[in-house]
Structures are given as structure tokens and as C-alpha cells.
């Protein structure tokens, strides 16, 4: 009988979490392999538990953290919300 392998550790980081504007709350979660220097991902989970992931990964995650900002400025919080499809930036 062989083990499933086991997910790499995670290293998030301490620009993830809750976000909340025009009573929209996110969870933002920037992460990478943990003890690694790879890229870094991004997800927004909304309070409905959908799920958005950037396609692409960034330099750092102050980068992320700047883009996820940006949609934010560009499209609205609710931009999140709106589609009933799962969204990829």
C-alpha cells in the first residue's frame, strides 16, 4: 500500500487576509513554497467560498498584494461577487 504524497508546507504571507470594503469581505492569500524562493501565488476566497486564482505567479508578494489592489481600484470588490463562474486573473 503506498502513501499519497504529501503536500508541500506553505509559506503565506503577512499581506494575506481578510479584506473588507462596501461590506464585501475576501480572504486574500499570497503563498509559496515554504523555505523556497519561488514566485509567489495569489487566491481570493469570497464569502461564498469562491475560489479566484491569478494564472500568473508574482516576483514577490508585495507585487500580489499591489495587483489584487488594483482590481480592487480598476473593477470593484463586488467584481469578486458578481460572477457566478469561478474567475481567473
Do not use: C, Y
Amino acid at each position: 500500500m503506498t502513501k499519497p504524497p504529501k503536500s508541500p508546507k506553505l509559506e503565506h504571507s503577512e499581506l494575506s487576509g481578510e479584506f473588507t470594503e462596501e461590506d464585501i469581505t475576501v480572504l486574500v492569500d499570497i503563498f509559496r513554497k515554504a523555505g523556497s524562493q519561488e514566485d509567489w501565488t495569489m487566491e481570493v476566497v469570497t464569502q461564498n467560498e469562491d475560489l479566484i486564482r491569478w494564472d500568473e505567479p508574482f516576483a514577490t508578494d508585495r507585487e500580489a498584494f499591489d495587483e489584487f489592489l488594483a482590481t480592487i481600484a480598476r473593477d470593484g470588490i463586488a467584481s469578486f461577487v458578481e460572477d457566478d463562474d469561478v474567475s481567473v486573473h
